[in-house]
């Protein structure tokens, strides 16, 4: 028999808040100290591979806290946020595999790094949910 911990919609939403900008600031600032560090022709060695790896964890810790809010809040949250997920899914996926054969059929149209994805991903995913179905109750 498995224990689960209620928690109040209100303090749910502000971990799940406070998890997020927490998350997206480890982000960038990982993201933009890691490029200073590291140049393209540096060699790959174990220092240089954690150090290229070390922007994953805030994606890792931003996923767990739509994870983890999906599980904490009530039926009618977790439709919205299920709804603005889908959106930024839907969004990235059509965006990427159209995008991709485009570059397969035109050898000199500029090709999207697939570290653009999580970005789109989560930028169209905070679009949906401030100005889709949800009109911001998930985040506000």
């Not at 000199?108 to 995913?125: D, Q, S, T």
Request: charged share 15%.
């Amino acid at each position: 028999m498995t224990k689960t911990l209620t928690i109040s919609p209100k303090r749910a939403k502000k971990r799940y808040l406070y998890m997020m900008m927490g998350g997206s600031l480890a982000y960038i600032a990982t993201v933009f100290g890691v490029s200073f560090a590291l140049d393209d022709g540096d060699p790959v060695t174990a220092i240089n591979l954690i150090l290229a790896l070390l922007p994953g964890f805030p994606i890792i810790i931003m996923l767990f806290a739509i994870w983890r809010y999906l599980k904490e809040v009530d039926e009618v949250g977790r439709h919205y946020l299920t709804q603005s997920l889908m959106i930024a899914l839907f969004g990235t996926l059509a965006l990427s595999g159209v995008w991709g054969l485009a570059e397969l059929f035109l050898e000199n149209l500029p090709r999207l790094p697939v570290f653009y994805i999580f970005p789109i991903a989560m930028g169209l995913f905070g679009l949906a949910g401030a100005f889709g179905p949800a009109r911001g109750t998930h985040c506000a």
